[in-house]
């Protein structure tokens, strides 16, 4: 047995999902295949050595497997060099001869330069409008969205190995094309570098993006206009993520540990949806702060580091606090205290969330200790069944609630706590990113090192 089997356990003999401490009567195993059954032909593992150690991924969200079976990558290089790159798994695509070496699991489709690392991309939300071509948008020093079209010097006598080839000419099938910059330079021609960004996918003319110079900017793609720009935390924010199902409200976190909601229909106020406990300092001074270019940041709070709302309850959102092995769960309708939290499995740091595009319950996490975790957060009972446990203390709607003194914030509820994952897999070392494909959702892809994975589930 090679590295790579001991590293993926098998359910009986061949590869399976990425089973390994699941319970034995859990509903996500597959049922031994009968004797009799033909071998099937799609791989359980495919993989992806890129030539740099990388750090932004996303799946295409074409919802078929020619098309959806495609990732965007970015590098992760500390010097001015990095890349932009699209990969596609082989035996998708189309028009290409093959060498007698063997075939590479994904190929090389489309490559960019770019100055700085990316430190997001995204493909744009699917559209069924056929005709259109692919558009990717990617942040870091400022917003960028790419096109990616047919390369007009590329044909099939390019074979698909000289393709991917680290040494090889860059024979593409297609180019990455670079079609708008967005910087928000009004009142200065400095730009903040960019933390992240949200793409809209009930309106996909709007993108949100997140700066260190705490603001959050809602652009229109279309017309390359910026919508608004709004001061969203008192220090750097991290992240930010569209509500799923609606195009005005968005959340984001931050450096000051709080995770913090907006609608675009009244951005005169906002909801701080919960904010972290102040750790106490050693010299029990509990009120202890610094000021840095005039934000004031509580010297014991916890960053947050990343969010997402849940795929198919929009009142849910995940993320979790710099330095952290535990991931929240928050419902927005109850504020203040997580309704769980996903704990004691991973024993490093948690580097990345993607909820299942399907499945309500599941939440797929990845970190430092190179392990790849499934969550099913309705085991031991739903938020709802949570909430209404508590008889007339239940806690009211964000919007019926009084403002209250900062220590009742942490003195409600205590979070319901999740310790076993439902899946596992073991990278080879730190997952440094991870998504979970909504056009193909049996797959996630993680990213460690400078390799590529896409797992079936």
């Not at 790579?4 to 859990?26: F, M, N, W």
């Not at 997402?308 to 309850?313: A, G, M």
Request: aromatic share 8%.
């Amino acid at each position: 047995m090679d590295n790579q089997s001991r590293r993926y356990p098998y359910a009986y003999g061949q590869p399976s999902s990425i089973a390994e401490s699941a319970p034995a009567h859990s509903s996500h195993l597959p049922p031994p295949p009968p004797q009799n059954a033909q071998p099937i032909t799609s791989k359980e593992i495919y993989q992806y050595d890129a030539p740099w150690p990388l750090y932004a991924l996303d799946w295409c969200k074409a919802p078929n497997e020619r098309k959806g079976f495609r990732m965007a990558l970015g590098s992760l290089i500390e010097e001015s060099h990095n890349k932009l790159q699209v990969i596609a798994r082989t035996d998708t695509l189309e028009g290409a001869t093959y060498s007698n070496q063997p075939t590479p699991d994904f190929t090389v489709v489309g490559e960019a330069d770019v100055h700085y690392p990316i430190t997001r991309v995204l493909w744009e939300p699917w559209r069924s409008d056929s005709w259109r071509t692919d558009l990717l948008a990617t942040t870091g020093d400022i917003l960028r969205i790419w096109e990616l079209v047919d390369q007009p010097h590329y044909t099939t006598s390019n074979s698909i190995n000289a393709s991917s080839g680290r040494n090889s000419p860059p024979h593409h099938m297609q180019q990455l094309v670079k079609k708008t910059e967005l910087a928000n330079t009004k009142q200065t021609d400095f730009c903040a570098p960019l933390t992240s960004f949200d793409w809209n996918e009930t309106d996909p003319s709007l993108i949100v993006t997140s700066s260190i110079d705490t603001t959050c900017t809602v652009w229109n793609v279309e017309t390359n206009q910026a919508k608004t720009q709004l001061i969203a935390h008192d220090s750097d924010v991290y992240d930010v993520a569209f509500m799923h199902g609606s195009a005005d409200i968005f959340a984001s976190v931050g450096a000051d540990g709080s995770v913090r909601l907006f609608d675009l229909r009244s951005l005169e106020h906002s909801t701080i949806l919960y904010e972290a406990p102040p750790n106490p300092s050693p010299g029990n001074n509990h009120h202890s702060s610094s000021r840095s270019n005039g934000n004031m940041i509580n010297a014991g709070t916890c960053p947050l580091l990343r969010l997402q709302f849940n795929r198919v309850n929009s009142n849910l959102l995940a993320t979790f606090h710099m330095d952290s092995s535990s991931v929240l769960v928050l419902d927005i309708r109850y504020p203040s205290t997580p309704m769980a939290e996903l704990t004691k499995s991973h024993q490093g740091s948690i580097n990345g969330i993607s909820w299942s595009p399907t499945q309500a319950g599941q939440l797929c996490t990845g970190g430092d200790d190179g392990q790849v975790l499934v969550w099913d957060i309705n085991n031991g009972g739903g938020a709802d069944q949570q909430h209404s446990s508590h008889g007339h203390h239940q806690r009211q709607p964000y919007y019926q609630q009084q403002q209250q003194q900062q220590h009742q914030r942490y003195s409600q509820h205590t979070p319901r706590s999740i310790q076993d994952p439902i899946l596992a897999y073991s990278a080879g070392s730190e997952v440094s990113s991870l998504a979970w494909s909504k056009g193909v959702p049996d797959w996630i892809g993680i990213g460690f090192g400078r390799t590529v994975q896409a797992l079936r589930v």
